[in-house]
């Protein structure tokens, strides 16, 4: 059975910075696209950055391109989201997804990812 596992979330001032991470288990992680999505109170689940399964392409949604930065670590089973310049308008609760397709890509279309986090918080106050 997979697991998604995010950590690293909580409350930071505008400005600031936290990096996010999710452990995966259950499977061999270094063959599947990862992505974050996150969601705030009342809005629905948006992307926020993907990486595919070896690391060789990387996109972001607009709003986070040029401050967050996303990273895989095969060996550790764990991909990454380093959040910086961080803003009010990034509170919401992120998740990580993973993909069921070997050597998949990364993507921007939630429907496209089988295996979802629990989810980690993440509240910036201004």
């Known amino acids: 059975q997979v697991q998604l596992v995010e950590s690293g979330g909580g409350l930071v001032q505008a400005g600031g910075s936290l990096r996010l991470s999710c452990a995966a288990s259950?499977?061999?992680?270094?063959?599947?696209?990862m992505g974050w999505f996150r969601q705030a109170p009342g809005k629905e689940r948006e992307f926020v950055a993907t990486?595919?399964?070896?690391?060789?392409?990387?996109s972001y949604a607009d709003s986070v391109k040029g401050r967050c930065t996303i990273s895989r670590d095969n060996a550790k089973n764990t991909v990454y989201l380093q959040m910086n310049s961080l803003k009010s308008e990034d509170t919401a609760v992120y998740y990580c997804?993973?993909?069921?397709?070997?050597?998949?890509?990364?993507?921007?279309?939630?429907?496209?990812?089988?295996?979802w986090g629990q989810g980690t918080q993440v509240t910036v106050s201004s």
């Open positions: 259950g499977r061999m992680f270094s063959y599947y696209g």
């Open positions: 997804a993973s993909r069921s397709t070997r050597y998949s890509s990364g993507s921007a279309l939630a429907t496209l990812y089988a295996y």
């Open positions: 990486i595919s399964w070896n690391g060789g392409s990387i």
